[in-house]
T-cell receptor, first 115, second 111 residues
Framework: EPEVTQTPSHQVTQMGQEVILRCVPI?????FYWYRQILGQKVEFLVS????????KSEIFDDQFSVERPDGSNFTLKIRSTKLEDSAMYFC?????????????FGAGTRLSVL | TQLLEQSPQFLSIQEGENLTVYCNSSSVFSSLQWYRQEPGEGPVLLVTVVTGGEVKKLKRLTFQFGDARKDSSLHITAAQTGDTGLYLC???????????FGDGTTLTVKP
């Protein structure tokens, strides 16, 4: 059973539209991450989120992306104006704690298809 | 920029053979995790290694973390067809930081 549940499992959208991907942890956690994996490529880090703030983000995570935890439970990734190259699997992960003891558990992912 | 190189990228062997997958970096990581990923699904954690020189065994799988915490290996003994899949290594930065993934090794075990 995955540590986090992601919805939807598949999202199809038109270029330029906004999408919101959701991640629901099974229990209370403080460390969250978003990664993406373009078909046939490696898993890439997007952003880390700790204590309701972004702690680190990659070059991929530009102004079109945002994250929040609006209700203290769901962790969301918003893409404001999708581009064709945003098509990928997006994975949410939760971490177990700081430093070397941090183990990241991944959700099953959301497949985003931008047409 | 931290990079992890996995080798080989593809590996095809006969059932019963042994194999080793390598994960190398010039960077030091707080810990290193091995995952297995099935098509269309998220990475599933196999093991975490934290201490330099650490060896962990998971049935027929043996994981080792290099003394300098820059590299790791996964050794499978007597491979089975059920071992077929994509194996990923990921190095974790300090302070609950991001995971840096390798490109993965696609293993095919033929009957």
């Amino acid at each position: 059973e995955p540590e986090v549940t992601q919805t939807p499992s598949h999202q199809v959208t038109q270029m330029g539209q906004e999408v919101i991907l959701r991640c629901v942890p099974i229990s209370n956690h403080l460390y969250f991450y978003w990664y993406r994996q373009i078909l046939g490529q490696k898993v890439e880090f997007l952003v880390s989120f700790y204590n309701n703030e972004i702690s680190e983000k990659s070059e991929i995570f530009d102004d079109q992306f945002s994250v929040e935890r609006p209700d203290g439970s769901n962790f969301t990734l918003k893409i404001r104006s999708t581009k064709l190259e945003d098509s990928a699997m997006y994975f949410c992960a939760r971490g177990t704690g700081p430093g070397a003891k941090n183990i990241q558990y991944f959700g099953a992912g959301t497949r985003l298809s931008v047409l | 920029t931290q990079l992890l190189e996995q080798s080989p990228q593809f590996l095809s062997i006969q059932e019963g053979e042994n194999l080793t997958v390598y994960c190398n970096s010039s960077s030091v990581f707080s810990s290193l995790q091995w995952y297995r990923q099935e098509p269309g699904e998220g990475p599933v954690l196999l093991v975490t290694v934290v201490t330099g020189g650490e060896v962990k065994k998971l049935k027929r799988l043996t994981f080792q973390f290099g003394d300098a915490r820059k590299d790791s290996s996964l050794h499978i003994t007597a491979a089975q067809t059920g071992d077929t899949g994509l194996y990923l290594c990921a190095g974790v930065g300090a302070n609950a930081g991001k995971s840096t993934f390798g490109d993965g090794t696609t293993l095919t075990v033929k009957p």
